[in-house]
């Protein structure tokens, strides 16, 4: 096949990006790649939406060594906690995607009122907060799927760095594509946590859920006798749950650092779909 004259023929390196990740795109085309509410709340939520499958089960996993089985009592108060500061998180993120219509979130507000080293403060905590995102979410998932399928578990690593790998690609393909397959994925979540409590509930009322004695349970140890807080539970353990507890709160940002793939008017749909998000 010959090249038209004044056109530079694809490197080796470029045709394999091409297969994996498409052609790229001009700047006049990625107008085509704005996200509409829907999809946008798909393609943008995950960090959020998903962090209700293991915030929860991160709270219990430091309060149970210590507080045995009054761990469940302080669950809820705890999550209530959560619950108040991502209220307040997302009241936040709602005047600033309204105010500054593109991308940057944390890191623009900052830079524009505070001056460029305040700002970078708030660049690396953005990168942190990612960072602890990839590694929380995959790893929380993939302990879901060895616990569901035992024979897997062997390759726990090699399943989570394989998630790692096909978010990285599915990103790298563009919004429009990714944003598509992240939204069935996350609708789909959805509707299963949603099945989990309305058949809970239904079994609860209807027929009554199965009530164990824990000194009936087979492997059970007890722990201590007395209330959670004074034998076991220190104020100490209760921050250290909380803090577990507040990965639940990664990923609220994602709206506000990608405002500018929204479709017009930008603000007011992306203060909507963060208002549905939380």
């Given amino acids: 096949m010959t090249t038209p004259i004044g056109e530079i023929p694809p490197s080796f390196s470029d045709r394999c990006k091409r297969i994996f990740l498409g052609k790229p795109l001009t700047t006049d085309q990625l107008d085509s790649e704005r996200l509409s509410n829907p999809v946008a709340l798909g393609a943008l939520s995950p960090d959020a939406i998903s962090s209700t499958a293991y915030g929860p089960e991160q709270i219990m996993i430091e ?19 959560v619950l108040l500061i991502l209220v307040l998180v997302t009241a936040s993120y709602r005047q600033v995607v309204m105010v500054y219509a593109r991308s940057g979130g944390a890191y623009m507000v900052a830079r524009d009122n505070f001056g460029p080293r ?8 953005l990168l942190i907060d990612y960072v602890v995102t990839v590694a929380v979410q995959p790893a929380a998932g993939t302990v879901a799927v060895v616990s569901a399928i035992p024979p897997l578990r062997p390759y726990y690593l090699e399943i989570t760095v394989a998630v790692v790998v096909l978010m990285c690609l599915a990103n790298l393909r ?5 944003g598509r397959a992240f939204a069935v994925i996350t609708y789909a979540f959805v509707m299963m946590i949603t099945l989990t409590i309305v058949v809970g509930l239904v079994r609860e009322f209807v027929w009554g859920l199965p009530k164990y ?42 709206i506000s650092n990608a405002i500018n793939s929204f479709r017009r008017p930008e603000g007011v749909n992306a ?8």
């Fill in 63 to 81: 309060l149970l060594p210590a507080a045995g089985m009054a761990a469940f009592a302080l669950l809820l108060p705890i999550t209530g906690v």
């Fill in 118 to 125: 305040t700002s970078q403060i708030a660049a690396a905590a």
């Fill in 174 to 178: 563009g919004l429009r594509q990714s």
């Fill in 213 to 254: 004695d824990p000194q009936q349970i087979v492997g059970a140890v007890p722990v201590h006798q007395g209330g959670g807080l004074v034998m076991g539970a220190t104020v100490l353990v209760v921050l250290r749950a909380f803090a577990n507890g507040g990965t639940s709160l990664t990923g609220v940002e994602a």
């Fill in 271 to 278: 203060r909507r779909v963060l208002t549905v998000m939380a």
